[in-house]
């Protein structure tokens, strides 16, 4: 069984829910950007983009392996708890499913259908 995501999986983040799990230097960078009342959405949308694809997939690795941020079955869990009361896990066949008050998703591994709910409450 999947105990974490993926290097890939981590990539589906927008790029300011990234900013999340990247270094200071990074966050610092995305702050100065929304502070600035002369950039558009779009503008600051961009660089946040250009920001992100700085970061190497080393740097990815370094993240889901050595930072703090580990995204595991139990923090996945842990953050749909702090965001939602409601959490219903079952498996069913080959699949589980991962019930919140967003929605239903599924997936074949538990890890991956938590990863979608996820994504939905950051």
Same mark, same amino acid.
Request: net charge negative.
């Given at each position: 069984? #999947? &105990? +974490? /995501?993926?290097? =890939? ?5 927008? $790029?300011?829910?990234?900013? =999340? !799990?990247?270094?200071?230097?990074? &966050?610092? %960078?995305?702050?100065?950007? @929304? ?5 558009? $959405?779009? =503008?600051?949308? @961009?660089?946040?983009? !250009?920001? %992100? ?7 990815? /690795?370094?993240?889901?392996?050595? +930072?703090?941020? &580990?995204?595991? /079955? ?8 702090? +965001?939602?009361? $409601? /959490? !219903?896990?079952?498996? %069913?066949?080959? @699949? ?15 890890? $991956? *259908?938590?990863?979608? *709910?996820? #994504?939905? !409450?950051?």
């Amino acid at each position: 069984m #999947k &105990q +974490h /995501i993926t290097v =890939e999986q981590l990539f589906e983040l927008q $790029d300011y829910k990234l900013a =999340e !799990v990247m270094d200071e230097e990074f &966050q610092n %960078a995305v702050r100065n950007l @929304n502070c600035n009342p002369y950039m558009s $959405d779009t =503008e600051k949308d @961009n660089l946040i983009e !250009v920001l %992100a694809e700085q970061v190497t997939i080393g740097k990815m /690795i370094e993240i889901l392996y050595n +930072h703090t941020w &580990q995204v595991t /079955i139990g923090k996945m869990i842990e953050i749909l708890y702090n +965001h939602t009361c $409601d /959490i !219903v896990i079952e498996s %069913a066949g080959c @699949n589980w499913y991962v019930d919140i008050n967003t929605g239903i998703y599924k997936s074949r591994e538990l890890c $991956d *259908a938590l990863w979608e *709910a996820v #994504k939905e !409450v950051l």
